[in-house]
Nanobody, 123 residues
Framework: QVQLVESGGGLVQAGGSLRLSCAAS????????MGWYRQAPGKQRELVAD???????NYADSVKGRFAISRDNAKNTVYLQMNSLKPEDTAVYYC?????????????????WGQGTQVTVSS
């Protein structure tokens, strides 16, 4: 069974830093794009940053210059280094990975989601 497990969320003061990690496990053939999304209360889920298997990255304008996404292909893991955090960064952060895998005996080619990790930035 394919799983994405996130870690690294928590409570931090404005201006502080956090590093999120997300590890994919299971019968995985390859992972194309991995990314981080977030959802604040009462708002839609939005893309924060994503990165291709070739290392090309993309960021939301609101986090450019403050967040950095990276990945370790050998470990099927994606990271999000978040610096200069602001109260408006408070949200549940979700990992997403678009992959080819064998899931419960069935070949799949789709995006999988992690369970989410809470990030709270106090002012």
């Amino acid at each position: 069974q394919v799983q994405l497990v996130e870690s690294g969320g928590g409570l931090v003061q404005a201006g502080g830093s956090l590093r999120l990690s997300c590890a994919a496990s299971g019968y995985i053939f390859n992972i194309n794009t991995m990314g981080w999304y977030r959802q604040a209360p009462g708002k839609q889920r939005e893309l924060v940053a994503d990165i291709t298997d070739g290392g090309s990255s993309n960021y939301a304008d609101s986090v450019k210059g403050r967040f950095a996404i990276s990945r370790d292909n050998a470990k099927n893991t994606v990271y999000l280094q978040m610096n200069s955090l602001k109260p408006e960064d408070t949200a549940v952060y979700y990992c997403n990975a678009y992959m080819t895998a064998r899931d419960m005996g069935v070949m799949t080619h789709k995006g999988y989601w992690g369970q989410g990790t809470q990030v709270t930035v106090s002012s």
